[in-house]
Protein backbone atom coordinates (compact mmCIF):
# COMPACT_ATOMS: atom_id res chain seq x y z
CA UNK A 1 0.00 0.00 0.00
CA UNK A 2 1.56 3.81 -0.59
CA UNK A 3 2.05 4.99 2.40
CA UNK A 4 2.53 8.69 1.14
CA UNK A 5 -1.24 8.67 -0.29
CA UNK A 6 -2.45 8.41 3.06
CA UNK A 7 -0.10 10.51 4.52
CA UNK A 8 -1.24 13.31 2.09
CA UNK A 9 -4.91 12.72 3.26
CA UNK A 10 -3.96 12.93 7.20
CA UNK A 11 -1.84 16.73 6.06
CA UNK A 12 -5.11 17.64 4.84
CA UNK A 13 -7.38 16.54 7.30
CA UNK A 14 -4.78 18.42 10.02
CA UNK A 15 -4.82 21.58 7.69
CA UNK A 16 -8.59 21.89 7.47
CA UNK A 17 -8.73 21.54 11.42
CA UNK A 18 -5.86 23.92 12.57
CA UNK A 19 -8.37 26.40 10.12
CA UNK A 20 -11.51 25.70 10.98
CA UNK A 21 -9.95 25.84 14.63
CA UNK A 22 -9.25 29.25 14.32
CA UNK A 23 -12.54 29.89 12.85
CA UNK A 24 -14.09 28.56 15.60
CA UNK A 25 -12.29 30.28 18.58
CA UNK A 26 -12.96 33.97 16.63
CA UNK A 27 -16.61 33.05 16.70
CA UNK A 28 -16.74 32.22 20.10
CA UNK A 29 -15.68 35.46 21.11
CA UNK A 30 -17.67 37.42 17.83
CA UNK A 31 -20.44 38.09 20.37
CA UNK A 32 -20.47 41.71 20.14
CA UNK A 33 -19.53 44.65 18.20
CA UNK A 34 -16.23 46.67 18.93
CA UNK A 35 -16.08 49.86 20.07
CA UNK A 36 -16.37 52.28 18.02
CA UNK A 37 -12.82 53.98 18.17
CA UNK A 38 -11.44 56.57 15.68
CA UNK A 39 -7.55 56.39 14.44
CA UNK A 40 -6.30 58.39 16.97
CA UNK A 41 -7.32 56.40 19.52
CA UNK A 42 -4.34 53.91 21.26
CA UNK A 43 -6.37 50.73 21.11
CA UNK A 44 -7.43 50.91 17.52
CA UNK A 45 -5.11 48.44 16.23
CA UNK A 46 -5.18 46.01 19.54
CA UNK A 47 -8.59 45.34 18.29
CA UNK A 48 -8.82 41.85 17.56
CA UNK A 49 -11.77 40.44 19.10
CA UNK A 50 -15.56 41.31 18.50
CA UNK A 51 -17.91 42.26 15.43
CA UNK A 52 -15.66 44.59 13.00
CA UNK A 53 -18.48 45.09 10.24
CA UNK A 54 -20.00 48.54 10.90
CA UNK A 55 -23.68 49.70 9.58
CA UNK A 56 -22.52 52.21 7.62
CA UNK A 57 -24.45 54.95 6.97
CA UNK A 58 -26.14 54.49 10.29
CA UNK A 59 -22.56 53.75 12.00
CA UNK A 60 -19.45 55.42 11.57
CA UNK A 61 -16.28 55.79 12.86
CA UNK A 62 -14.82 59.10 14.70
CA UNK A 63 -13.23 61.19 11.95
CA UNK A 64 -9.53 62.82 13.23
CA UNK A 65 -9.40 66.12 14.24
CA UNK A 66 -7.02 66.97 12.21
CA UNK A 67 -8.82 65.43 8.80
CA UNK A 68 -9.13 67.46 5.76
CA UNK A 69 -11.94 66.34 4.09
CA UNK A 70 -15.16 68.90 2.11
CA UNK A 71 -14.22 72.58 2.11
CA UNK A 72 -16.24 75.33 3.96
CA UNK A 73 -16.42 79.22 3.66
CA UNK A 74 -17.93 80.72 6.36
CA UNK A 75 -19.08 83.87 4.02
CA UNK A 76 -19.69 86.21 6.56
CA UNK A 77 -16.08 85.97 7.66
CA UNK A 78 -14.62 86.66 4.38
CA UNK A 79 -12.74 89.53 3.23
CA UNK A 80 -12.28 88.07 -0.41
CA UNK A 81 -8.72 88.77 0.05
CA UNK A 82 -8.08 86.02 -2.44
CA UNK A 83 -5.18 83.90 -1.02
CA UNK A 84 -6.93 80.96 -1.04
CA UNK A 85 -7.71 81.35 -4.95
CA UNK A 86 -4.12 82.15 -5.76
CA UNK A 87 -2.35 79.41 -3.29
CA UNK A 88 -4.34 76.42 -4.89
CA UNK A 89 -2.20 74.51 -6.76
CA UNK A 90 -5.27 72.97 -8.51
CA UNK A 91 -7.52 76.07 -9.29
CA UNK A 92 -10.25 75.15 -8.09
CA UNK A 93 -11.50 78.28 -6.30
CA UNK A 94 -13.26 80.73 -8.37
CA UNK A 95 -13.26 84.50 -6.87
CA UNK A 96 -15.30 87.40 -8.60
CA UNK A 97 -14.93 90.35 -6.22
CA UNK A 98 -16.23 94.08 -5.47
CA UNK A 99 -14.39 96.43 -4.44
CA UNK A 100 -16.56 98.88 -2.02
CA UNK A 101 -15.36 102.80 -1.74
CA UNK A 102 -15.71 102.00 2.11
CA UNK A 103 -15.69 99.64 4.84
CA UNK A 104 -19.11 98.15 5.08
CA UNK A 105 -19.34 95.95 7.82
CA UNK A 106 -16.57 93.92 10.09
CA UNK A 107 -16.04 89.80 10.41
CA UNK A 108 -16.41 87.81 13.65
CA UNK A 109 -12.72 88.65 14.42
CA UNK A 110 -12.89 92.36 14.13
CA UNK A 111 -11.06 92.66 10.55
CA UNK A 112 -12.76 95.23 8.00
CA UNK A 113 -14.33 94.44 5.21
CA UNK A 114 -14.26 96.24 2.29
CA UNK A 115 -14.75 93.65 -0.75
CA UNK A 116 -17.71 92.22 -1.61
CA UNK A 117 -18.09 88.34 -2.97
CA UNK A 118 -20.23 88.09 -6.03
CA UNK A 119 -18.99 84.71 -6.30
CA UNK A 120 -16.79 82.40 -4.12
CA UNK A 121 -17.34 79.18 -5.57
CA UNK A 122 -15.19 75.54 -4.70
CA UNK A 123 -14.90 72.84 -6.83
CA UNK A 124 -14.69 69.91 -4.86
CA UNK A 125 -13.97 67.66 -7.90
CA UNK A 126 -10.95 69.69 -8.68
CA UNK A 127 -9.47 69.55 -4.55
CA UNK A 128 -6.84 68.18 -3.74
CA UNK A 129 -6.96 68.26 -0.13
CA UNK A 130 -4.00 69.87 0.61
CA UNK A 131 -5.25 72.30 3.28
CA UNK A 132 -3.31 75.24 1.83
CA UNK A 133 -5.93 77.46 1.32
CA UNK A 134 -6.91 76.74 5.28
CA UNK A 135 -3.55 77.41 6.26
CA UNK A 136 -3.36 81.47 4.41
CA UNK A 137 -6.76 82.43 5.26
CA UNK A 138 -6.61 85.38 7.21
CA UNK A 139 -9.36 85.52 9.03
CA UNK A 140 -9.98 81.24 9.17
CA UNK A 141 -13.46 81.25 7.80
CA UNK A 142 -12.18 78.72 5.79
CA UNK A 143 -11.90 74.85 6.88
CA UNK A 144 -12.19 71.46 6.19
CA UNK A 145 -14.99 69.95 7.54
CA UNK A 146 -15.30 66.02 8.39
CA UNK A 147 -18.29 65.22 5.62
CA UNK A 148 -15.81 62.97 3.57
CA UNK A 149 -18.87 61.35 1.80
CA UNK A 150 -19.98 63.88 -0.25
CA UNK A 151 -20.27 61.72 -3.44
CA UNK A 152 -22.67 62.90 -6.28
CA UNK A 153 -24.02 61.54 -9.53
CA UNK A 154 -23.01 64.38 -11.76
CA UNK A 155 -19.54 65.82 -11.40
CA UNK A 156 -20.94 69.37 -11.54
CA UNK A 157 -22.43 68.71 -8.06
CA UNK A 158 -19.54 69.05 -6.52
CA UNK A 159 -19.12 72.77 -7.29
CA UNK A 160 -20.37 74.52 -3.87
CA UNK A 161 -20.95 78.06 -4.12
CA UNK A 162 -20.97 80.08 -0.94
CA UNK A 163 -21.52 83.73 -2.53
CA UNK A 164 -24.89 85.08 -1.02
CA UNK A 165 -25.23 88.20 -2.74
CA UNK A 166 -28.16 88.37 -5.49
CA UNK A 167 -28.01 89.18 -8.99
CA UNK A 168 -29.72 92.91 -8.04
CA UNK A 169 -27.02 93.46 -5.59
CA UNK A 170 -24.07 92.42 -7.52
CA UNK A 171 -25.45 95.23 -10.74
CA UNK A 172 -25.67 97.47 -7.76
CA UNK A 173 -22.72 97.56 -6.19
CA UNK A 174 -20.55 97.19 -9.40
CA UNK A 175 -22.56 100.31 -10.25
CA UNK A 176 -21.17 101.53 -7.09
CA UNK A 177 -17.85 100.67 -7.35
CA UNK A 178 -17.25 102.28 -10.95
CA UNK A 179 -14.69 104.50 -11.41
CA UNK A 180 -15.69 108.30 -12.92
CA UNK A 181 -14.23 108.37 -17.01
CA UNK A 182 -10.96 109.44 -17.64
CA UNK A 183 -10.09 107.27 -14.25
CA UNK A 184 -8.67 103.18 -13.95
CA UNK A 185 -10.70 100.78 -15.10
CA UNK A 186 -13.71 100.34 -12.79
CA UNK A 187 -13.37 97.42 -9.74
CA UNK A 188 -15.15 94.45 -10.01
CA UNK A 189 -15.17 93.61 -13.75
CA UNK A 190 -16.35 90.31 -13.92
CA UNK A 191 -14.08 87.59 -14.45
CA UNK A 192 -11.38 89.32 -12.36
CA UNK A 193 -10.01 90.32 -8.99
CA UNK A 194 -11.25 94.05 -7.28
CA UNK A 195 -8.68 95.78 -5.94
CA UNK A 196 -6.03 93.13 -7.53
CA UNK A 197 -2.41 95.19 -8.18
CA UNK A 198 -0.99 95.64 -11.68
CA UNK A 199 1.95 94.25 -12.28
CA UNK A 200 4.95 97.12 -12.40
CA UNK A 201 6.42 97.08 -16.05
CA UNK A 202 10.59 95.63 -15.79
CA UNK A 203 12.98 97.99 -15.98
CA UNK A 204 15.10 98.38 -19.38
CA UNK A 205 18.49 96.88 -18.23
CA UNK A 206 21.47 98.39 -20.39
CA UNK A 207 22.84 95.94 -23.06
CA UNK A 208 26.07 94.51 -23.13
CA UNK A 209 28.70 95.38 -25.78
CA UNK A 210 29.85 92.59 -27.11
CA UNK A 211 33.16 93.66 -28.26
CA UNK A 212 34.51 94.89 -24.83
CA UNK A 213 32.08 93.04 -22.73
CA UNK A 214 31.08 96.30 -20.97
CA UNK A 215 27.36 97.69 -20.95
CA UNK A 216 26.54 100.38 -22.95
CA UNK A 217 25.35 103.44 -21.16
Avoid at 55 to 60: D, G, K, L, N, R
Avoid at 106 to 115: A, E, F, L, Q, V
Avoid at 156 to 180: L, T, W
Amino acid sequence: MNTGYWKSILDSISSIWTGMRLTFRHIGTATKSVSKDGVASDNYFARSEGLMSLQYPHETLPVPDNGRYRLHNEIDDCIVCDKCAKVCPVDCIEIDAIKDKEVYGTTSDGTPKRIHAARFDIDMGKCCFCGLCTTVCPTECLTMTKAYDFSEYDVIEHIYSFANMSDEEIAEKRKQAEIPSGGASPAGTPGKTAGKPMMKPRPSMPKPNINTGKKDD
